[in-house]
Nanobody, 121 residues
Framework: VQLQASGGGLVQAGDSLRLSCAAS????????VGWFRQAPGKMREFVAR????????TYLDSVKGRFTISRDNAKNTVSLQMNSLKPEDTAVYYC???????????????WGQGTLVTVSS
């Protein structure tokens, strides 16, 4: 599976962005998809994940109520709608696909290249 993340940019605090992860190469619906982020000088952290059929989602506590993950298996895409962005959300965001329901980045098999989100105060 090849993943392509897009949608990052420079926004102000309180603004919204929608990240997209487009998959190709193999049927996508069987994979769990996660979004992770890595800020400068920090470890990569889990942000959100969604089950293969899209019925179950979980989030990092600090983004609950602001971020929404969704998927469209017919279009092989997973999106991350980010509202009420804060400067601390600034990071490179990665989408990843795997076979395990986990927040552990090391358990995800396939990774996109990352898209930079910068939130100014």
């Amino acid at each position: 599976v090849q993943l392509q993340a897009s949608g990052g940019g420079l926004v102000q605090a309180g603004d919204s962005l929608r990240l997209s992860c487009a998959a190709s190469g193999r049927p996508f619906c069987g994979y769990i998809v996660g979004w992770f982020r890595q800020a400068p000088g920090k470890m990569r952290e889990f942000v959100a994940r969604i089950s293969g059929v899209g019925g179950t989602m979980t989030y990092l506590d600090s983004v609950k109520g602001r971020f929404t993950i969704s998927r469209d298996n017919a279009k092989n895409t997973v999106s991350l709608q980010m509202n009420s962005l804060k400067p601390e959300d600034t990071a490179v965001y990665y989408c990843a696909a795997g076979s395990y329901w986990t927040t552990d980045a090391s358990r995800y098999q396939y990774w996109g290249q990352g898209t930079l989100v910068t939130v100014s105060s």
